[in-house]
Antibody
Framework: QVQLQESGPGLVKPSQTLSLTCTVSGGSISSGSYYWSWIRQPAGKGLEWIGRIYTSGSTNYNPSLKSRVTISVDTSKNQFSLKLSSVTAADTAVYYC?????????????WGQGTMVTVSS | DIQMTQSPSSLSASVGDRVTITCQASQDISNYLNWYQQKPGKAPKLLIYDASNLETGVPSRFSGSGSGTDFTFTISSLQPEDIATYYCQQYDNLLRTFGQGTKVEIK
């Protein structure tokens, strides 16, 4: 079955750019039935949707983060990526990648296990 | 932006109890509402989509209802393995928004 796996540095310095990759296995990221999203969760807090990308490269971002976020897709590697610039301690969180199934309520039906990113000098 | 107000923020109930969580949208979102369960240290798990449809493999004691602005999530008979935080999530527009979460504990 389809699985998602986040990867990237666990520690990022303030003002630098956070970069994460989500690798999709067991299925094709090029399927037209899904969007591919990034969601984050600070320790002890709720979930915040960061943005999503379609296989075509079309993106939508959370307005609160839009000026700092770039999501891209590499269909040849079956991966999509997140870049968040000018990070501060407020960006410290567990970052999840997730699949959004268009035919099923646009629900996030498959999630990665999450990766903890700490912003600290 | 559509705001989701979820309540209560936490609750304590006994095994076998009926548990109800509500989620209110700041504007009409039709049935564009999903529910997730998150256990400590784990990724969220989809339980209900389109307000009332049970995801495959999810026990039938979980259910959802509502449309427009008011939604309800119910556990008909609370089990020890249901201890978790539950989130609603709307998808009415290009922005996906989660409720603040409801932590469910055993009394």
């Amino acid at each position: 079955q389809v699985q998602l796996q986040e990867s990237g540095p666990g520690l990022v310095k303030p003002s630098q750019t956070l970069s994460l990759t989500c690798t999709v296995s067991g299925g094709s990221i090029s399927s037209g039935s899904y969007y591919w999203s990034w969601i984050r969760q600070p320790a002890g807090k709720g979930l915040e949707w960061i943005g999503r990308i379609y296989t075509s490269g079309s993106t939508n971002y959370n307005p609160s983060l839009k000026s700092r976020v770039t999501i891209s897709v590499d269909t040849s590697k079956n991966q999509f990526s997140l870049k968040l610039s000018s990070v501060t301690a407020a960006d410290t969180a567990v970052y999840y990648c997730a699949r959004e199934w268009l035919a099923m309520g646009h629900a996030f039906d498959i999630w990665g296990q999450g990766t903890m990113v700490t912003v600290s000098s | 932006d559509i705001q989701m107000t979820q309540s209560p923020s936490s609750l304590s109930a006994s095994v076998g109890d009926r548990v109800t969580i509500t989620c209110q949208a700041s504007q009409d979102i039709s049935n564009y509402l999903n529910w997730y369960q998150q256990k400590p240290g784990k990724a969220p798990k989809l339980l209900i989509y389109d307000a009332s449809n049970l995801e495959t493999g999810v026990p039938s004691r979980f259910s959802g209802s509502g449309s427009g602005t008011d939604f309800t999530f119910t556990i008909s008979s609370l089990q020890p393995e249901d201890i978790a935080t539950y989130y609603c999530q709307q998808y009415d527009n290009l922005l996906r928004t989660f409720g603040q979460g409801t932590k469910v504990e055993i009394k």
